[in-house]
C-alpha cells in the first residue's frame, strides 16, 4: 500500500516528502498508524552515509526506529494485539529466530544480522526495509510491543532506542543498590541512563563537559555532577566507580573516563563515535578494568523496560515537532541544542 514518509535522497539532501510501499499485513502482522516517531542520533548518521563501513545507507532512506502508534489492522493469527491498541517498534522488525543469540532473546545480536526498522534487507517484501517518518508501519507482532496508556506516548517514543540501549547495559552488569555508577554525556541517551541508573537504585554521577547541565543533571536524578573539564572534580572520581556508562557519540577521551573505574569495573560504550578511541592499554590492565560495548536490546527486555517504565512513570525529555522541521532538528542536534529528543508527531504528516 502506498504510504506518505519523509526521506532523504543522497547523502547531502535534505529529507524531503516520499511515497513508499507497504505490505499487506499477513496472518501474523501488526498495521499500525503511527503517532509519533524519536528522532536518534543515528537517523542523523545513516541519512548522511557515515557509517558507510559498517551501514552503507540505501538511498532513498526512510529513518525511524522510534516508534509509537494505534494498532489499524491485524493478520488473522495475532493474539497480542487488536485494532485500536497502541503498539511501538524499535531498531528491529526481524530476525533469523533460529541462531543462539536469538533463542536467548538476544535477537539485537543475531548471527546473521537482525532486519533493522529501516535501511535493512527487507526478507518479505524484498528490498529495503523503510522506518518510521512515515504514516504507517507493519511489523510481525513478534516484534511490536505494548505500550501502557499510563505513559505520555510522544515522550514514550525514544524508548524504543534511547530508552533500551542505556536500560540493557545497566541491567546487564548489575547496577543497583550498592553500586556506583557513572553517565557519561547528558544528551539523548545519556539523560535516559541517568534516569534508569537511579530508579534502579545506584548512587549515579553524571559527567558533563557543560556547567550549565550541572542543575538539569540533578533534576534527572544524579546524585552527583561532574564538570569532566575541572581537573580536580575527575582525579576525586578516580578507581571508585563499578561501571561507567558513556553516552557520547562524539570524539572524546575515553581513558579519562577508564581511569575512574575501580578493581573489575567496567566501561560500556553505547555512543558511536564516527572515529576510533585510542584506549591506553594500562587503563585496562591496572586494575584488571574492562571497555566494553552494547547495542540496543532484545524483543523481550524492551518489553521488560517499557513496563518498568509504565510502573515509573519514567519517559524520555521531549521536544515535539512537526514533520517539515526535521532538516532544522538535525542542525540543532549537531549543536546538541535539544532537551533532550525531538519527536516528531506524525499527523504533521497528513497537513
Not at 160 to 188: D, E, N, R
Not at 192 to 218: I, Q, W
Not at 247 to 256: G, M, Q
Request: charged share 20%.
Amino acid at each position: 500500500m502506498s504510504t506518505r514518509a519523509y526521506a532523504a535522497q543522497n547523502a547531502k539532501s535534505p529529507l524531503g516528502p516520499f511515497t513508499c510501499q507497504r505490505r499487506d499485513p499477513r496472518a501474523t502482522d501488526v498495521e499500525i498508524d503511527i503517532l509519533y516517531c524519536g528522532v536518534c542520533h543515528s537517523d542523523l548518521h545513516q541519512t548522511r552515509d557515515e557509517w558507510h563501513d559498517f551501514a552503507p545507507t540505501a538511498y532513498p532512506c526512510v529513518p525511524g526506529h522510534e516508534i509509537v502508534g494505534r494498532v489499524s489492522k491485524v493478520g488473522k493469527d495475532v493474539t497480542k494485539f487488536k485494532v485500536g491498541d497502541i503498539a511501538a517498534v524499535g531498531c528491529m522488525v526481524d530476525s533469523c529466530r533460529t541462531c543462539e543469540s536469538c533463542a536467548k532473546g538476544l535477537e539485537q545480536y543475531c548471527t546473521s544480522f537482525p532486519t533493522l526498522t529501516y535501511n535493512g534487507q527487507d526478507k518479505i517484501s524484498g528490498g529495503v526495509t523503510y522506518g518510521g517518518y512515515s504514516e504507517r508501519v507493519v511489523v510481525d507482532e513478534a516484534f511490536t510491543l505494548k505500550v501502557s496508556d499510563k505513559l505520555n506516548l510522544a515522550a514514550t517514543a525514544p524508548l524504543l532506542c534511547a530508552g533500551i540501549t542505556t536500560y540493557s547495559p545497566l541491567k546487564h552488569w548489575g547496577a543497583g543498590p550498592g553500586t556506583k555508577v557513572g553517565i557519561v554525556g547528558l544528551g539523548g541517551l545519556g539523560h535516559m541512563g541517568v534516569k534508569f541508573a537511579r530508579a534502579l537504585g545506584a548512587h549515579v554521577v553524571l559527567f558533563t563537559t557543560s556547567p550549565g547541565k550541572v542543575e538539569d543533571g540533578k533534576r534527572l536524578g544524579a546524585h552527583e555532577v561532574v564538570v569532566s573539564k575541572n581537573a580536580d572534580g575527575m582525579k576525586a572520581q578516580a578507581a571508585s566507580f563499578d561501571f561507567v556508562l558513556d553516552a557520547v557519540s562524539a570524539e572524546h577521551d575515553i581513558n579519562a573516563y577508564l581511569s575512574l573505574l575501580k578493581l573489575d569495573g567496567t566501561l560500556c560504550l553505547v555512543g558511536a563515535p564516527e572515529k576510533p578511541l585510542p584506549v591506553a592499554a594500562f587503563n585496562l590492565l591496572m586494575p584488571r578494568r574492562s571497555f566494553a560495548g552494547s547495542g540496543i536490546g532484545g524483543i523481550a527486555e524492551t518489553q521488560e523496560m517499557l513496563d518498568f517504565c509504565a510502573e515509573r512513570g519514567i519517559t524520555s525529555d521531549v521536544e515535539v515537532i512537526p514533520i517539515h522541521k526535521i532538516n532544522e532538528a538535525y542542525d540543532r542536534l549537531l549543536k546538541g541544542d535539544v532537551k533532550y529528543r525531538f519527536v516528531i508527531d506524525m499527523a504533521s504528516l497528513k497537513a
